[in-house]
């Protein structure tokens, strides 16, 4: 699935809706996660940074729902990248037991805070991503670049190991003059790594992301406690509030 999709249709006035999607492809993303590609006939499209919910009935009625943000959407298919957690109700099945062919339930594109929008500010933009949260961030990256938008783009990404990095080789891809990767490897980094090993500190988000006086508008996305916590570098790194959005994650 190419990174370089055509512009998303905006979808701000768009009801939600439910939707059958057809599995068309599920393959690993890490150890612990899949990438599945959905095929959605009745998808009205998507802005970058929405979610979906899927929903999952057993045989006796019993129904559980969890969110999970949009990858990548083109002309009716949609990319999730879906992480199995400890004790998960839906995302073991999701990672583990989905096959190409079978229906799954969706509800969208849901939300319309955590979005970025082509042509709606030249101030440039910082990504910030721990783990699966780089996923909504790589849709924005993408929409970006369909966009041949010149808007300034920088992601840092705190990630385990290589193993552990959604969507290397799209971002890989992506990369250029407008969009930088800065990987943050906590546990262990790739041969011939020259930077430290280890989790994201205040100064190596500083020295890593774009100057408080440039004002960039930043995205945060990753668990509660590392979004809190880079939120909180970044205000004391002296950002303002109003340029800080945080998405969080911790469903099962």
Not at 84 to 111: C, M, W, Y
Not at 201 to 219: G, K, N, V
Request: aromatic share 8%; with cysteine; net charge positive.
């Amino acid at each position: 699935m190419s990174a370089q999709a055509a512009p998303l249709p905006r979808t701000r006035h768009r009801r939600p809706a439910w939707h059958v999607a057809t599995v068309v492809e599920t393959r690993p993303e890490t150890p612990n996660a899949v990438r599945l590609v959905l095929d959605v006939p009745t998808w009205p499209g998507n802005e970058a940074g929405t979610h979906v919910d899927v929903r999952l009935t057993a045989p006796d009625g019993y129904q559980a729902t969890r969110s999970y943000s949009v990858a990548t959407s083109d002309r009716g298919r949609v990319v999730l990248g879906i992480e199995e957690l400890p004790d998960g109700e839906v995302s073991p099945f999701l990672v583990r037991e989905v096959r190409a062919g079978d229906k799954l339930e969706i509800h969208g594109p849901l939300g319309s805070y955590f979005l970025w929008r082509p042509g709606q500010s030249n101030r440039p933009v910082q990504l910030i991503a721990g783990g699966s949260g780089v996923v909504p961030l790589h849709a924005m990256a993408a929409a970006h670049a369909a966009a041949s938008d010149s808007t300034l783009f920088r992601l840092v990404y705190s990630v385990r190991t290589p193993a552990h990095v959604y969507f290397r080789d799209e971002l890989a891809a992506l990369a250029g003059p407008s969009f930088t990767v800065d990987y943050v490897y906590t546990r262990q980094a790739p041969p011939g790594w020259g930077g430290t090993v280890g989790r994201l500190t205040r100064d190596s988000l500083a020295s890593t992301t774009i100057a408080p006086h440039e004002r960039p508008r930043i995205f945060v996305c990753g668990s509660t406690r590392f979004a809190e916590t880079v939120a909180a570098w970044l205000l004391d790194l002296g950002h303002s509030a109003r340029d800080i959005l945080t998405e969080r994650y911790g469903g099962k």
